[in-house]
Protein backbone atom coordinates (compact mmCIF):
# COMPACT_ATOMS: atom_id res chain seq x y z
CA UNK A 1 0.00 0.00 0.00
CA UNK A 2 1.05 3.69 -0.74
CA UNK A 3 0.45 4.81 1.89
CA UNK A 4 -3.57 7.28 3.13
CA UNK A 5 -6.42 7.87 0.49
CA UNK A 6 -6.38 11.66 0.35
CA UNK A 7 -10.22 11.02 0.18
CA UNK A 8 -12.80 13.00 2.61
CA UNK A 9 -16.27 13.72 2.59
CA UNK A 10 -17.53 17.67 2.11
CA UNK A 11 -15.25 20.42 1.37
CA UNK A 12 -13.46 22.80 3.52
CA UNK A 13 -14.35 25.50 1.38
CA UNK A 14 -18.19 24.86 2.39
CA UNK A 15 -20.19 27.79 3.64
CA UNK A 16 -21.21 25.96 6.89
CA UNK A 17 -17.32 25.12 7.97
CA UNK A 18 -16.75 28.76 9.39
CA UNK A 19 -20.42 28.98 11.56
CA UNK A 20 -19.76 24.84 12.27
CA UNK A 21 -16.10 25.27 13.58
CA UNK A 22 -17.15 28.68 15.65
CA UNK A 23 -19.85 27.11 17.65
CA UNK A 24 -17.57 23.43 17.96
CA UNK A 25 -15.10 25.78 19.84
CA UNK A 26 -17.02 26.89 22.71
CA UNK A 27 -18.32 24.52 25.46
CA UNK A 28 -22.07 23.44 23.94
CA UNK A 29 -20.65 23.08 20.43
CA UNK A 30 -18.29 20.48 22.20
CA UNK A 31 -20.89 19.10 23.92
CA UNK A 32 -22.94 18.24 20.93
CA UNK A 33 -20.55 17.06 19.17
CA UNK A 34 -19.05 14.71 22.40
CA UNK A 35 -23.33 14.01 22.49
CA UNK A 36 -23.49 12.79 18.68
CA UNK A 37 -20.12 11.01 18.42
CA UNK A 38 -22.16 7.17 19.03
CA UNK A 39 -24.24 8.23 16.61
CA UNK A 40 -21.58 9.75 14.27
CA UNK A 41 -18.87 5.93 15.20
CA UNK A 42 -22.05 3.98 13.98
CA UNK A 43 -22.33 6.07 10.80
CA UNK A 44 -18.38 5.84 10.02
CA UNK A 45 -18.01 2.15 11.16
CA UNK A 46 -21.00 1.13 8.52
CA UNK A 47 -19.53 3.37 5.81
CA UNK A 48 -16.09 1.72 6.37
CA UNK A 49 -15.02 5.36 6.82
CA UNK A 50 -16.42 7.27 4.22
CA UNK A 51 -19.18 9.60 5.67
CA UNK A 52 -18.83 10.84 8.61
CA UNK A 53 -22.49 13.52 10.76
CA UNK A 54 -19.07 15.94 10.19
CA UNK A 55 -18.41 15.33 6.33
CA UNK A 56 -20.53 18.65 5.08
CA UNK A 57 -17.75 21.11 6.32
CA UNK A 58 -15.04 18.62 5.03
CA UNK A 59 -13.54 17.76 8.24
CA UNK A 60 -10.71 15.07 7.61
CA UNK A 61 -12.04 12.14 9.90
CA UNK A 62 -10.70 8.61 10.39
CA UNK A 63 -11.63 5.17 11.88
CA UNK A 64 -8.62 4.21 14.02
CA UNK A 65 -8.57 0.18 15.66
CA UNK A 66 -6.40 -0.17 18.42
CA UNK A 67 -5.74 -3.41 20.77
CA UNK A 68 -7.12 -2.49 24.10
CA UNK A 69 -4.44 -2.27 26.57
CA UNK A 70 -6.49 -3.90 29.24
CA UNK A 71 -8.61 -6.56 27.49
CA UNK A 72 -6.56 -7.19 24.17
CA UNK A 73 -9.84 -6.43 22.03
CA UNK A 74 -10.36 -4.72 18.90
CA UNK A 75 -11.37 -1.08 19.90
CA UNK A 76 -12.32 1.52 17.13
CA UNK A 77 -12.53 5.10 17.63
CA UNK A 78 -13.33 8.23 14.94
CA UNK A 79 -11.03 10.61 14.98
CA UNK A 80 -9.91 14.21 13.16
CA UNK A 81 -6.19 14.00 11.39
CA UNK A 82 -3.74 16.07 10.07
CA UNK A 83 -1.70 15.10 7.29
CA UNK A 84 2.02 15.18 8.18
CA UNK A 85 3.91 13.98 5.06
CA UNK A 86 2.80 10.43 4.62
CA UNK A 87 2.12 10.51 8.60
CA UNK A 88 -1.30 11.42 10.01
CA UNK A 89 -1.55 13.15 13.23
CA UNK A 90 -3.68 12.50 15.99
CA UNK A 91 -4.55 14.15 19.60
CA UNK A 92 -6.25 12.69 22.27
CA UNK A 93 -7.70 16.31 23.58
CA UNK A 94 -10.97 14.45 25.12
CA UNK A 95 -12.42 17.22 24.50
CA UNK A 96 -10.41 18.90 27.05
CA UNK A 97 -11.59 16.80 29.55
CA UNK A 98 -9.49 15.59 32.35
CA UNK A 99 -8.93 12.46 31.43
CA UNK A 100 -7.01 10.83 28.21
CA UNK A 101 -8.98 8.86 26.09
CA UNK A 102 -8.87 5.14 25.89
CA UNK A 103 -7.33 4.93 22.55
CA UNK A 104 -4.40 6.84 23.59
CA UNK A 105 -3.40 4.65 25.65
CA UNK A 106 -4.45 1.66 23.67
CA UNK A 107 -1.72 2.80 21.16
CA UNK A 108 0.94 3.14 24.40
CA UNK A 109 0.55 -0.36 24.91
CA UNK A 110 0.54 -1.82 21.16
CA UNK A 111 1.83 0.91 18.74
CA UNK A 112 2.22 -1.92 16.37
CA UNK A 113 -1.18 -2.84 16.02
CA UNK A 114 -2.89 -0.26 14.15
CA UNK A 115 -5.92 -0.12 11.70
CA UNK A 116 -6.35 3.53 10.30
CA UNK A 117 -9.60 3.22 7.96
CA UNK A 118 -10.06 6.47 5.89
CA UNK A 119 -12.87 6.23 2.70
CA UNK A 120 -13.37 2.57 2.63
CA UNK A 121 -9.64 1.55 2.72
CA UNK A 122 -7.88 -0.01 5.73
CA UNK A 123 -4.56 0.75 6.73
CA UNK A 124 -2.35 -0.91 8.90
CA UNK A 125 -0.21 1.63 10.58
CA UNK A 126 2.35 1.80 13.88
CA UNK A 127 2.01 4.83 16.31
CA UNK A 128 4.56 7.07 17.83
CA UNK A 129 3.82 8.82 21.11
CA UNK A 130 5.30 12.18 19.96
CA UNK A 131 7.03 14.61 22.57
CA UNK A 132 9.10 17.92 23.26
CA UNK A 133 8.96 19.84 20.15
CA UNK A 134 7.62 17.00 17.90
CA UNK A 135 4.34 17.11 19.79
CA UNK A 136 3.85 20.62 19.20
CA UNK A 137 4.44 20.56 15.89
CA UNK A 138 2.02 18.04 15.52
CA UNK A 139 -0.48 19.81 17.81
CA UNK A 140 -0.10 22.83 15.88
CA UNK A 141 -0.78 20.64 12.75
CA UNK A 142 -4.29 19.67 14.16
CA UNK A 143 -5.04 23.21 15.44
CA UNK A 144 -4.37 24.70 11.83
CA UNK A 145 -6.94 21.96 10.87
CA UNK A 146 -9.49 23.44 13.51
CA UNK A 147 -9.10 25.90 15.88
CA UNK A 148 -11.30 23.87 17.76
CA UNK A 149 -7.72 21.50 19.36
CA UNK A 150 -6.21 25.45 20.55
CA UNK A 151 -9.48 25.44 23.29
CA UNK A 152 -9.41 21.80 24.11
CA UNK A 153 -5.46 22.51 25.36
CA UNK A 154 -6.95 25.52 27.34
CA UNK A 155 -9.38 23.62 29.30
CA UNK A 156 -7.01 20.97 31.21
CA UNK A 157 -4.24 20.80 32.47
CA UNK A 158 -2.75 17.41 31.55
CA UNK A 159 -0.66 17.19 29.18
CA UNK A 160 -2.34 16.00 25.52
CA UNK A 161 -1.29 13.06 24.18
CA UNK A 162 -0.20 13.75 20.34
CA UNK A 163 0.59 10.22 17.86
CA UNK A 164 2.37 10.49 14.37
CA UNK A 165 0.60 7.09 12.64
CA UNK A 166 2.66 5.68 9.55
CA UNK A 167 1.51 3.29 7.64
CA UNK A 168 3.56 0.10 7.56
CA UNK A 169 5.38 -1.47 4.66
Excluded: C
Aim: hydrophobic share 35%; glycine share 10%.
Amino acid sequence: MAGYPDVRWGSENSRLRGPFVAFSTTKPGSWLIKTMTPLDRKLLIRSKGRYTALGPIGAPTMLLTTTGAKSGLARTSPLLYSRDGDSLIVVGSNFGQDRHPAWTGNLIAHPEDVIVTIGGQDVPSRAELLTGDEAEAGYALMAATTRTYTEYRSRTDRSIRVFRLTPKG
